[in-house]
Each structure stands twice: as structure tokens, then as C-alpha cells.
């Protein structure tokens, strides 16, 4: 079955009309990949028909960061709508979804300026805007986010709690190489040997998990020393952050902390930023 595309309002306005029931939608930046797979599956479930944005989005880029070469394989990303079923992809241009520069925006808050949005000022801000603009425009019923973007998926739901926004927010868990690389339309920028480096993010992620027993000191220093091999590694990776964090908030929690967390790291490999998380449970520990 070949998905309805809409490109502009009035034809995304009757594409919306004729879907029956409840509508489950998938936001992304296009260049599918398995991981989107995975959300346009648990979407499938969820939903009578399901929609697929495919839209890379100016406002959540930096001036230095990477709108101009971000991938863009638009007739492969159709493919795999048809192929999994979607009923509507809408693929709007910037100048569809952004006829003149906004004045009104959203913002993130404090938990859009910390972790991820300490270094990337207004990514948040980009994000929560765009999010709520595709939510008025296709009016879901739920949406589903992938948990490899922790503290955006976190941010989603603060925005749906804080605004009243009648969508459900569903989490995928993050799917992965056999390597354990997540998945992410940014790993074709990687040569073999940068991709050998960036394996590390997930090493360091395994690593502190194994200690989740011993507390959160434990798992941070666990995960601190592959880290620190990987910053020896020829190409180097440089170590934007690595975090323990309370899963709602973003917040960095404490040495006794009990109960879920997850352990957030970025970083660069040549010229590509990557990120990676994994939740963890630490449960209570005798002293
Ligand atoms: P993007 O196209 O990168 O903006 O991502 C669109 C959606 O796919 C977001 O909700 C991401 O969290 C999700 N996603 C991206 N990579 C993965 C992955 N490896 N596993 C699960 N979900 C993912």
C-alpha cells in the first residue's frame, strides 16, 4: 500500500479528513532507518491509522551544526512507509511549515538548558515548537517517541502535562547495531574507523550498567573509564557529557539515589555528534 503524501496544508487538511479512528503519528527528521521502524510498528498497534511526518526542521538546528548536510533520502523513507503500512506521510517544505519566521515560540525551560541543551542553546525550544505545531496540524490521537532522545521524549511529555495537550505520548526503547551503536540517521556521516570510536558511547553505557548494584558513583566511574579509553582512540571521541539523571526531569540525582535514572552521554566523533542513553533502576542499598 503506498501512503497518502501531503505536502501542503490544504492537502494534509484532506488526507486528515478521511482517516477513520484512532490516529497514531510518528515525527521525524526522515531518513528512516530501523529505529524509526520500530516506532511506525508500536504505531501500527496503537493506532487505525497512522501518520508519518517527515520534516527537517530549521528551528532545532545551531547555526554551526548540521541542517545543510542532514541526510535526505526522501523517496527510501517512502518506501518504508509503504512497506510498514503508514497511511499518510506529510512532508511539508520549510517555507509550508514556516511561512514567515515565528514570533511565537515555545520554550523548554530549565530542563531545555541543561544536559543536551546546555550546549545546543534553543534545540529545545526548536523541537517543543515544531512538536506542537505537527500536533495541531494532524490532530493525533497518540504519538510515539523513541527513548534514544531521553530529554526530548522527556520534554514531549512535560509539554503535553504542562500545556494540556490532548495527545497520548508512547516510548519506544532504543533500538541498536549488533554492536550496540543506537541507531541514528547521523551514523552514515561516520568513516569505519570514526564508527570503531563512537562504539564506545555504548560500551560506556553497558559498562555503568553492570555496576547499577554498587550505586550511582559506581556506574558513573564505570561508564568515565571506556569513556576515557575512547578519548585515546585514534580518531579520539570528545566527551560532551555524561550524566545521571532523574528520567522526568533531567535532573543530575544524588549518590543515594533509588529508584530510575538513566545514564545520558554525547559526544563528538570527527565532525558528528552522537547521543546515547540507557535507563537504569538502582534499588535500595545497605550502608
Ligand atoms: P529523528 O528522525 O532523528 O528526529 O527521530 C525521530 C524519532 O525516532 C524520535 O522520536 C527518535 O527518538 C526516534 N529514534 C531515532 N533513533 C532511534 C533508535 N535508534 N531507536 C528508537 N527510536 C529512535
Given at each position: 500500500?503506498?501512503p ?14 478521511r ?108 523541537v ?38 490532548p ?22 556521516y ?24 554498587d ?28 550524566v ?37 533502576r ?6
Amino acid at each position: 500500500m503506498t501512503p497518502v503524501i501531503a505536502r501542503t496544508r490544504e492537502e494534509l487538511a484532506a488526507a486528515r479528513a478521511r482517516l477513520r479512528g484512532t490516529v497514531a503519528f510518528v515525527p521525524t527528521m526522515g531518513a528512516l532507518h530501523a529505529g524509526h521502524r520500530s516506532l511506525i510498528r508500536r504505531a501500527r498497534e496503537l493506532g487505525d491509522a497512522v501518520v508519518v511526518s517527515i520534516f527537517v526542521n530549521p528551528l532545532q538546528f545551531g547555526p554551526n551544526e548540521d541542517l545543510d548536510r542532514y541526510p535526505r533520502t526522501f523517496d527510501d523513507d517512502v518506501a518504508m512507509c509503504a512497506a510498514e503500512g503508514v497511511d499518510l506521510v506529510w512532508a511539508p517544505t520549510p517555507e509550508v511549515m514556516y511561512p514567515v519566521d515565528p514570533q511565537v515560540r515555545l520554550s523548554s525551560g530549565r530542563m531545555g538548558a541543561i544536559v543536551e541543551g546546555a550546549a545546543r542553546p534553543g534545540h529545545f525550544d526548536g523541537v517543543l515548537t515544531v512538536v506542537m505545531k505537527l500536533f495541531h496540524q494532524v490532530r493525533p490521537d497518540v504519538a510515539v517517541f523513541g527513548a534514544k532522545d531521553a530529554q526530548q521524549l522527556a520534554l514531549v511529555r512535560r509539554m503535553v502535562a504542562d500545556l494540556d495537550v490532548p495527545v497520548r505520548i508512547e516510548a519506544v526503547p532504543t533500538v541498536r547495531e549488533p554492536d550496540g551503536l543506537a541507531l541514528s540517521s547521523r551514523n552514515r556521516y561516520l568513516s569505519d574507523a570514526e564508527r570503531a570510536t563512537a562504539r564506545h558511547l555504548s560500551r560506556a553505557l553497558r559498562a555503568g550498567a553492570e555496576r547499577v548494584a554498587d550505586g550511582p558513583a559506581a556506574v558513573l566511574e564505570a561508564a568515565r573509564a571506556v569513556l576515557d579509553e575512547a578519548t585515546r582512540a585514534d580518531p579520539p571521541l570528545h566527551v560532551d557529557y555524561l550524566v545521571l539523571v532523574d528520567p522526568a526531569t533531567f535532573e543530575e540525582v544524588g549518590r543515594d539515589h533509588v529508584g530510575e535514572a538513566v545514564l545520558a552521554v554525547a559526544g563528538k566523533v570527527g565532525t558528528t555528534h552522537l547521543i546515547d542513553n540507557t535507563p537504569l533502576r538502582f534499588g535500595p542499598r545497605e550502608s
